[in-house]
């Protein structure tokens, strides 16, 4: 632990992006306490710029509070983020796990239906789903799932395939173990560290299709979120700019920090840059 | 005073902090003239290799560099020179064949572009005659039709046609000295000797110098002039070939050499009669339908075993010899049901075995089992290695507790260090890794043991103490072996009888003394006259 923490270190940018992170985490878990009212309630005058009439970060056009927003609306971007990805690697893995180790018929059937989620553009065919799904946190869940499973599949099929010939998984076939055993104890750890990474940058892509439902309006209209509150201040851009621009920071900050932090993670359980330094 | 071709002074490379020693080569002094071949001998990690990048200037750069110490080349000392000194030196007076050819090629460049290159950054001619000459050049590496042979790209070629085109590159400017880093050890015995032997006919055509990097005494025995041994980074000893083969003095050498398994095999044991595992008519072909669901273009077919037909009896030691692609590996797995045969009949102790299903073969699993080739790539590095062991017994239904003892027995039992049950392979050296391959293949106590390449992937060194170790627990827990080699000098010592492969088929079986003394087969003959080094006797 130690060992992978001096490696994860060495990334300068990796560490900042984590304290980023944490920083973002906690407001979250805080947001309660800092702003015990509504994100929704109308809590002053409409449009008062940041700093006047005790927003801090100003209020938008029904005066609700845009600082009590993004703290709120953390908390519904992280749990998207991680609720989402959590569901598309596990749903990954199994298709790719299975495709991967049996190949032959069953690789071309669970690959064949991984094409036909990744031909439909994946923007487009989340709005669809939460169209036909009608708004709601679920929706949005599921919608972002569906849309991102296959790439893992894909990154789980491929390691699989290289390690199925491995010699240690036919000393597990010469001993009779169980394919299923095989799957899961023996080549599933092994290829955990690239579904780590790219479960991690996929959370970050999660907060951004979030965000983009939600400026359409397609967002759940009971939670408070940061694209809810973009698509809510669009209207006033030019005359109230601080109605859409923290929001935004605030998007822009998070998701740069999960990228980072999954580079740094790259790098750091990357077995082969590990030989290079 | 006329300056020595190559003199190597009193050489130092530093590796990066925090590797296990701090100097890759320690006061290392080798000399080359012309026309001579030094063989550099050692085993892994013994710096060989980087002395030989060393006087290239490909060492990896800032992380190892040479500290003190010069490369003379003609007086000039290569450790000083500029950098457009170095390049006009490196491929036109000093050039380097490599081991892997297929690496060291480019893959998307056609092998006469690439012999083109050559001649282009460093000699000025026109296409038409630059094209002559790389034609010219193939020709005198013997390659065949050597007009097709330029447009051709590196896949197209055999692993000995690579290296061919790899010293036709090398030698195209007509170097003063050509360094070979072990260059015949990815080959076929009898494409090494055609190599080995084509070296040295270059070097007697252009009185070039050689520096020969290898770990086998056999090849050294075979074309060196003089011999450095070097371990740890040191030479330990250096001198003329008789006097470092036949009365090494430093006691590393000493060891070295008898670590080498001598060409004549061992006398037969008594045999029994009793067939234990018998194989009838098995064949198995590679290939057919690809593409979605089976209907796009078809694959070509390789027809990996014809018709193979073995019997293996109680307590025998069975090898089977052949070159990459005989099939030899393929017929293991097939016998230990990694893979189905197409036809024949496979049988363990007269009960049909290739035809069960999955289920009903687990049972027959616990009288066969396999040692692998590659002792990194056989061991699960997630899994500890106690674990690993007792894996088998725990798949067969045996109790934890009772499996963890077993494995513990084992671990003693291949000569690891007991605290070994609780650690992951990657602590562990090459051999140590064999070894735990072997206890996981013990753990079920089997009655046959199939060992596919068990030592061609560690030295010399620790080879003969695998071997040696395989030797007692087979006499120990009375196991029928079938032992794949493709070292006819491994197969001298381990086996009781041999049959031998060529491209799928058997051609030829017998007691392995007589096949040594009296091959019937003209593929066998070839296969011992290219054991290198067959003319050196190992006295021991």
Known sequence: MNEFWSRYARNRSAVMGLGILVLVIFMAAIASLIFPDDPF????????????????????????????????????????????????????????????????????????????????????????????MKPSIESIVIAITVVSWPGVARLVRGEFLSLKNREFVQACHTIGMSDMRIIVREILPNCLSPIIVVGSLMVATAILIESGLAFLGLGDPNIMSWGFQIGAGRTMLRSAWWVCTFPGIAILVTVLAINLVGEGLNDALNPRLREGN | MKHKLLDIKNLFIQLPAGADRQYAVQEVNLELARGETLCVV????????LTARAVMGLLPAPHVQVTQGEIGFNGEDIT??????????????????????????????????????????????????RAKQAIKLLDDVHLPNPEQ????????????????????MALALKPKILIADEPTTALDVTTQAQILKLISEMQLASDTGVLFITHDFGVVADIAHRVAVMQQGLVVESGTVEQVLNNPVHPYTQALIGAVPSLNPRKARPRSKTPVLSVQGVSKTFGGGSGLFGFGVAAREVKAVKNVTLDLCRGETLGIVGESGSGKSTLARCIIRLMDTDCGKISIDGVQVNELSRAAMRPWRTKIQMVFQDPFASLNPRIKVGNII???PVTQGIDKAEADARARELISIVGLDERSFNRYPHEFSGGQR??????????????????????????????????????????????????????????????????????????ETGATADIFAKPEHSYTRDLLAAVPGKDWKVSS
């Open chain 1, 41 to 132: 309630r109308l809590a002053g005058i409409p449009l008062s710029v940041p700093g006047a009439n005790g927003f801090f970060l100003g209020s938008d056009t029904l005066g609700r509070d845009v600082a009590s927003g993004i703290a709120h609306g953390a908390k519904t971007s992280l749990l998207i983020g991680l609720v989402a990805t959590f569901a598309a690697v596990f749903i990954g893995i199994i298709f790719g796990a299975f495709s991967g180790y049996y190949g032959g018929l069953v690789d071309d059937i669970l690959m064949r239906i991984t094409e036909i989620f990744q031909t439909i553009p994946s923007f487009v065919f989340a709005i669809l789903l939460v169209a036909i």
């Open chain 2, 42 to 49: 050692g085993e892994s990690g013994s710096g060989k290799s």
């Open chain 2, 80 to 129: 000083k020179v500029n950098y457009d000194r170095l390049r006009q030196i490196r491929g036109s007076e000093i050039s380097m064949i490599f081991q892997e050819p297929m690496t060291a090629l480019n893959p998307v460049m056609s092998i006469g572009a690439q012999i083109d290159e050559v001649f282009r950054y460093h000699v000025n001619m026109s296409g038409a005659e």
């Open chain 2, 390 to 392: 007792a894996q088998g």
């Open chain 2, 149 to 168: 042979i330029m447009r051709a790209y590196p896949h197209e070629l055999s692993g000995g046609q690579r290296q061919r085109a790899m010293i036709a």
């Open chain 2, 434 to 507: 064999q070894r735990i391959g072997i206890a996981r293949s013990l753990a079920l106590k089997p009655e046959i043991l199939i060992a596919d390449e068990p030592v061609s992937a560690l030295d010399v060194s620790i080879q003969a103490q695998i071997l040696d170790l395989l030797e007692e627990i087979r006499d120990r827990m009375h196991l029928s072996m079938i032992f794949i080699t493709h070292d006819l000098r491994v197969a001298a010592q381990v086996c009781d009888r041999l049959a031998v492969m060529r491209y799928g088929e058997v051609v």
